[in-house]
Every structure is written in C-alpha cells, then in structure tokens.
C-alpha cells in the first residue's frame, strides 16, 4: 500500500532483503511506531474502563474537543495560523469519518462486544486501506501484500483461540468504524488536506468532537455524575495519550511512511491487548495464541521488509 515508487530494478543479482534503513525507520518513524503500538494498543482497555461512566459518544466526544483545544491553544500560542475556510471544511469531513464513525463506532462496539473481538476485527483495516488505494491507482508492493496476509491469519487465529461472543449491533459498528477510518486514512492522503502540521490535527479533532457530540445528543447519553475515579482516570489516559500522543503520531506516519508501515499497528495492538489481559486481568493465554502472536509479528516484519537498491 505504498504510495511510493518502488526502487528501480537492478539487472545484476539483488541482495538479500534487509530491513529499510536511514529515513525509512528514522527515530521520528521509530517513536510514532511506538505510539501506535504501544498507546493504541492499550486504549482499548482504557475505553471500555472509561464506559463504566461516559456513554460511547460523549466520552469519545469530549476527549477529542479536551486534546483539539488543547493542541490548538499550544499552537496559537506559537504564533501558528488558524485554519483556512477549505482546511476547516476538510477537517470536518476527516473528523466526521476518522473520530466520529473510526472512534465513535469503536466505542459503541465495546458496549456489546468483547474487547478481543474489536481489536481483532480492526485488522481488517490495511486490507480496507488498499482496496480505498485502489481507487487512486495505488497497488501495494508484493511484500506488503504479503505481509497483510501474513498478519491477518495470524489475528483470525487469535480470535480462534479465544472464546467470545458478540452481538449483530456490535458488530455492524465495529464494521462501520473500519470502513470509516479506512476512508477518511486515505482521503487526508489523497484529496482533502489538513491544516500544516499539528495545526491539522487540532482542527481535525475539534471538528469530530463536534459530531461526536452531536451524535451524543441525538442519541439522548446521559453520563453518570459524579464518574467513577477509574472512569476520569481512563478519560484522561485517552485524551492525553490517545488523542495528543498517539492520534497525531499516527497522523505523521500516514505523512512520512508508506500506508503498509503505518497500518501495522492494527497487527500489534492484538498482541498488546493480549499480553495486558494477561498482567492486568490474569487471563490464561494457551500455546496456539502465543503462536498466532508469533504469526502476527511475522507479518509487521514482511511489512517493514524491503529491498536496498543495488549498485549497477
């Protein structure tokens, strides 16, 4: 799924594949990783801790109207310009799908379906990220196929190994999140640019907190007051680090790596989900889903993996 050229092909022998070098994994690239991976992959857990009070819509909405000011004051504060008219409106198109469908459809999810299942299905996600590629003439290098298959039998396996169920709601929303996320990854790529630099992000999370909060109120949440402490708690590990860490990594990723790159946290987040059942909650994981982790990390590296061009 990159929206690179591939390297020029050598009429000499090629080397043995490395994995990318220099700018490829740059320690900017190396610390969104981390975020995506790490952050992201714990959130599901803070998400379904922070329902215990705020229904779906409003706690995604408020989290991401609590980290937009925030990043948006920062940014006026260092003399940053305010948005133009067209970035502001193709922010609210990207919010409206990432944040509002993405995010609010997660949540929604997490009401009636078991976590497993929800970060298991968002590995869907790359292949729904190239078929939207598609539409632009863009094809996935053979490696990164190879590793969003890799990858995707090694999240089935997980959910195999474990014994969950879900309900037709759940699952219709998990799917519209996907799908939504899918478009709106692509779009910001392609078509409707953001605001430069953080600027972007803060517009961006402003305008779908703004829908998730309109969702909030035409869906009639009420949220408990006064909030269970372990709610608030999960509420602000959200908004700090899932929305000002880990959003805007992800959103740089999508600016300085390829698609394939930037997608792979839908491989990890499985694993870090699962290992922090294991030290949190004290779940049991059997031989065959440590396997399917094996299979997983496999397909992260495929996706990483790629040729150096040779010397004529």
């Known amino acids: 799924m990159s929206s690179r050229a591939a390297p020029n092909a050598s009429t000499a022998p090629q080397a043995a594949p490395t994995l990318p070098r220099g700018p490829a994994l740059s320690p900017l690239i190396v610390a969104c990783l981390a975020a995506t991976w790490l952050i992201w992959g714990s959130?599901?857990?803070?998400?379904?801790?922070?329902?215990?009070?705020?229904?779906?819509?409003?706690?995604?909405?408020?989290?991401?109207?609590?980290?937009?000011?925030?990043?948006?004051?920062?940014?006026?504060?260092?003399?940053?310009?305010?948005?133009?008219?067209?970035?502001?409106?193709?922010?609210?198109?990207?919010?409206t799908l990432m944040l509002g469908g993405g995010m609010g459809g997660t949540a929604v999810a997490e009401t009636t379906v078991g976590s497993g299942l929800v970060v298991a299905f968002i590995a869907v996600l790359p292949?729904?990220?190239?078929?939207?590629?598609?539409?632009?003439?863009?094809?996935?290098?053979?490696?990164?196929?190879?590793?969003?298959?890799?990858?995707?039998?090694?999240?089935?396996?997980?959910?195999?190994?474990?014994?969950?169920?879900?309900?037709?709601?759940?699952?219709?929303?998990?799917?519209?999140?996907?799908?939504?996320?899918?478009?709106?990854?692509?779009?910001?790529?392609?078509?409707?640019?953001?605001?430069?630099?953080?600027?972007?992000?803060?517009?961006?999370?402003?305008?779908?907190?703004?829908?998730?909060?309109?969702?909030?109120?035409?869906?009639?949440?009420?949220?408990?007051?006064p909030p269970e402490p372990v709610a608030v708690g999960a509420w602000l590990y959200l908004v700090v680090a899932g929305s000002l860490i880990a959003f805007n990594a992800y959103m740089v990723l999508l600016a300085k790596a390829s698609a394939g790159l930037a997608s792979s946290y839908a491989f990890v987040n499985p694993v870090i989900a699962m290992l922090l059942g294991v030290l949190i909650a004290g779940e049991q994981v059997s031989g065959f889903e440590w396997a399917a982790v094996c299979v997983v990390l496999a397909g992260v590296v495929l996706l990483m993996w790629k040729r150096p061009a040779t010397a004529h």
């Open 127 to 225: 292949l729904m990220i190239a078929l939207v590629n598609l539409a632009f003439g863009v094809k996935p290098r053979a490696l990164e196929a190879a590793g969003i298959a890799v990858g995707l039998v090694g999240v089935l396996m997980l959910t195999q190994g474990q014994g969950f169920q879900a309900s037709p709601g759940g699952l219709l929303a998990i799917c519209i999140a996907c799908l939504a996320w899918s478009v709106g990854s692509v779009l910001s790529q392609r078509s409707l640019p953001l605001a430069p630099g953080a600027m972007g992000f803060a517009s961006e999370m402003l305008c779908g907190g703004a829908v998730l909060m309109a969702l909030s109120w035409a869906t009639h949440e009420v949220p408990q007051w």
């Open 43 to 95: 959130t599901y857990l803070a998400i379904k801790y922070a329902l215990v009070s705020f229904p779906p819509f409003f706690q995604m909405g408020t989290r991401f109207l609590a980290a937009g000011v925030l990043l948006l004051a920062w940014m006026r504060w260092r003399g940053t310009p305010m948005p133009t008219r067209l970035q502001w409106r193709n922010a609210l198109v990207i919010g």
